[in-house]
């Protein structure tokens, strides 16, 4: 009887262990899928930011070349004074009214982004 009990709580405790290791895996594969989410959200970020820093350089210089073309072609028409000034005012023109929609146009875009970054559950996860 005694090595009846003795075999029973053996039984109980290799039961206990083999919990407390399978739970210790979950917890373990719970860190590595966060870690691995977490390498995945900050490549798409980076990747993102560089791409709007090469965006934003090329239309930059695009934009310069544009705005040396239509000057010259301006001063075929009038003064050089009359065609900077036309120019300047259509780049402070254009700066207003990006300033004016900045929500819509900048921060809104921005927000979505980061929030569908952050959020999104993949798709090829399971839902519980």
């Known amino acids: 009887m005694l090595n009846s009990s003795n075999q029973e ?3 109980e ?3 206990f262990n083999a919990l407390k290791s399978s739970f210790r895996r979950l917890i373990s594969l719970y860190i590595e ?3 691995l ?7 798409l970020l980076l990747s993102a930011a560089v791409l709007f820093i090469i965006a ?4 930059t210089i695009a934009i ?3 705005a040396v073309a239509l000057l010259q072609l301006l001063q075929l028409a009038l ?3 009359a065609a900077a000034s036309i120019l300047a005012g259509f780049f402070l023109l254009l700066a207003v009214l990006i300033f004016l929609f900045r929500k819509p146009l900048i921060i809104n875009p921005t927000a979505r982004f980061m929030s569908k970054l952050i959020m999104d559950i993949g798709k090829d996860r399971i839902k519980y």
């Open 79 to 81: 003064s050089p004074i």
């Open 56 to 59: 934003f350089m090329l239309v």
């Open 64 to 66: 310069a070349f544009g």
């Open 33 to 35: 899928s966060a870690k």
């Open 13 to 15: 405790n290799s039961k």
């Open 37 to 43: 989410t977490a390498a995945e959200k900050l490549t």
């Open 9 to 11: 709580a053996r039984a």
